[in-house]
């Protein structure tokens, strides 16, 4: 299984950028698929999840500013980030879930700054 973030950049507080995950094989075939970061210093963290059912969940931190989405034609799985703050600088990471194994991607890097 691969997973390949693109997406990434410099951003403005403020501003919004679309993360898109591209998986080599159909999003169903997992039980979540999701998007965690890394910021500096810091320990990789939760920022939204989506079950195979539909179901989202999200930090606390980006509820009501971040949306992750589906796409089983594509095999994408996206996250659109709005309301971007510097607490939001990171390295982005999505994730697939099925059988007790974790797939990870490479990472895009995500920074707010003025």
């Known amino acids: 299984v691969q997973l390949v973030e693109s997406g990434g950049g410099l951003v403005q507080p403020g501003g919004s950028l679309r993360l898109s995950c591209v998986v080599s094989e159909s999003i169903f075939n997992f039980n979540v698929v999701g998007w965690y970061r890394r910021a500096p210093g810091k320990l990789r963290e939760l920022v939204a999840t989506?079950?195979?059912?539909?179901?989202?969940n999200y930090d606390g931190s980006v509820k009501d500013r971040f949306t992750i989405s589906g796409d089983n034609a594509k095999n994408t799985v996206d996250l659109q980030m709005n309301g971007l703050k510097p607490e939001d600088t990171a390295v982005y990471y999505c994730?697939?879930?099925?059988?007790?194994?974790?797939?990870w991607g490479q990472g895009t890097q995500v920074t707010v700054s003025s």
């Open positions: 994730n697939a879930y099925s059988r007790g194994t974790f797939y």
């Open positions: 989506l079950t195979n059912n539909g179901y989202t």
